[in-house]
């Protein structure tokens, strides 16, 4: 049992760490395309947040791939793969339940993650990403990664979805992750400007937390960030050659994170000094 319960754990990390791969990765060919030039200059820090990724695919994949052979030999969880097993509106409901409990887990411990003494310890490895990019979606000590991992094994332990609602909510999942995080908009103006955008994070949103840290704590959602009056707007992009770099030479540290000190106090702006303003697409 030991040995098929270790190569499901295997199994999983290898799946968590190519799927970062192929999709952060895809994602950084695109920004090349687009933005010849945007991560200039930080190949550092983008070998820095692979390397952290990486291991943090492990954190997400062993609880996972215990929880995929539990499933497949014990029934542990509440996946099930006959789409008769409950009401077929509970397919599309069942992946609004799941965004919206994994965005409410994600805005409460990222806010946490936020207070001076827990940024220090685990939440500045992300914040060191000045700017970041595509492969900075996993860029996590394993203390923050480890608050992540467990969300959605949790959910499957006590919520019913179907395993291909389940892989819906895993893809919008590791898209948002990456696209928040790639340094530019990829969805339309309409939609993030609109009154969609006003309830749904995009990378506009997510750009104003890298820049000014106390506030846009969400993942999916703008509803908690709203409610608890965190909700700082949309942020903006600087997609001048090579403008990453010099942005990031101008703060005096590259490889480090931003200032503990600018967390004493939730809510209020603290801007960045790599961060400036540009154009939204």
Known sequence: MMLAI????????????????????????????????LYGGLDTQ??????????????YGAPAG??????????WTRVYSDVNDYPIWWLPVSILVYLALHDAWFYWTH?????????????????????PTAWAAMSFHPWEALTGAVVIPALVLAIPIHIAALGIV??????????????????????VEGRAGAWLI???????HHQQYG???????RFWDRLCGTDRGLGAFDRRRGAAAR???????????????????????????????????
């Open 66 to 75: 215990l929880l995929a052979w539990g499933w497949q030999n014990r029934g």
């Open 247 to 281: 942005c990031g030479d101008s703060a005096g540290d590259r490889s480090g994170g931003p200032d503990p000190r600018a967390e004493e106090h939730e809510g209020v702006d603290r801007t960045v000094p790599h961060a400036q303003p540009g154009a939204l697409s």
């Open 111 to 131: 806010r946490w993650m936020h207070r001076p003494k827990l940024f220090r310890i685990a939440h500045a490895v992300h914040h060191a990403s000045r700017p």
């Open 170 to 191: 895993l893809a919008i999942m590791t898209l948002m992750g990456v696209t928040n995080h790639m340094g530019w908009e990829m969805f339309p103006r309409p939609l």
């Open 6 to 37: 270790s190569l499901s754990v295997a199994a999983m990390t290898i799946i968590v760490a190519l799927r970062y791969l192929a999709v952060s990765g895809g994602f950084a060919l695109l920004t090349r395309a687009r933005f010849p030039g």
């Open 46 to 59: 983008i070998r820095r947040e692979i390397a952290w990724s990486l291991a943090s695919a492990f954190l």
């Open 215 to 221: 506030c846009n704590y969400g993942l999916y959602f």
């Open 202 to 208: 995009t990378a506009s949103h997510h750009q104003r």
